[in-house]
Structures are given as C-alpha cells and as structure tokens.
C-alpha cells in the first residue's frame, strides 16, 4: 500500500530528509488522501526513534500538531526492517521553512 501510494518510494515524490530518514508524500487510493510517509533509516539506530515516536504520537490530539495516520513495520523486499509512520499531509510546507525562511531559500 506504502509502495503504490508513493509510487515505489520516488524520489519525485521525495519532501525531505534528515539523520533518521526520508519522508514521501503519497496519496492512498481509497480516499485519495495525501500523505506524507515517515520512512526511518534502521542503519542509523531509527529503531529506537520509532518506537519514541509512536509513543509521543499515539495519544497525543493538538491543533497545531500533524495527525499520525498510522505506522508500518514490516519486512521489505530484500528481507530487511521497514519501518514507517504515515502522517497526515499539510501543504504549507515543512516547519523548518516557515521558522527559517532565509536558510530554506539557499537549500
């Protein structure tokens, strides 16, 4: 599902990364809903950042926080971990663009 929503994880539909993974955007088909998908680097000890994350993220209801659809842990293709979280996607763009517009314009 992960896989189709993203079409195969693209990087056209790459928003960005960091230290402990990539996030896609993707739209699941039933609902044609957007979303983006938290895919965690397990090489780089995202394990213990997915399991905090889940935990902050299940109880939690605010307005200004992004609402946590779901979370994936499987095993892929090649037999590896595959670990992700599935947010609901906001279109404004990321945080880190609207507190630091300046740095964001040179990236």
């Not at 905090?52 to 779901?70: P, S």
């Not at 906001?90 to 314009?105: A, F, I, Q, V």
């Amino acid at each position: 599902m992960l896989l189709q929503a993203t079409a195969g994880f693209s990087s056209k539909n790459l928003i960005g990364s960091g230290s402990f993974g990539s996030v896609y955007k993707g739209t699941l088909d039933q609902e044609e809903r957007l979303v983006a998908v938290k895919v965690l680097n397990l090489q780089k000890g995202a394990s213990k950042s997915f399991l905090a994350e889940c935990n902050a993220l299940k109880g939690i209801r605010h307005q200004n926080l992004v609402k946590l659809f779901t979370r994936c842990s499987s095993t892929d293709y090649n037999g590896n971990n595959f670990k992700a979280l599935v947010f609901e996607f906001l279109t404004n763009g990321s945080l880190e663009k609207w507190l630091h517009p300046e740095e964001s314009e040179n990236h």
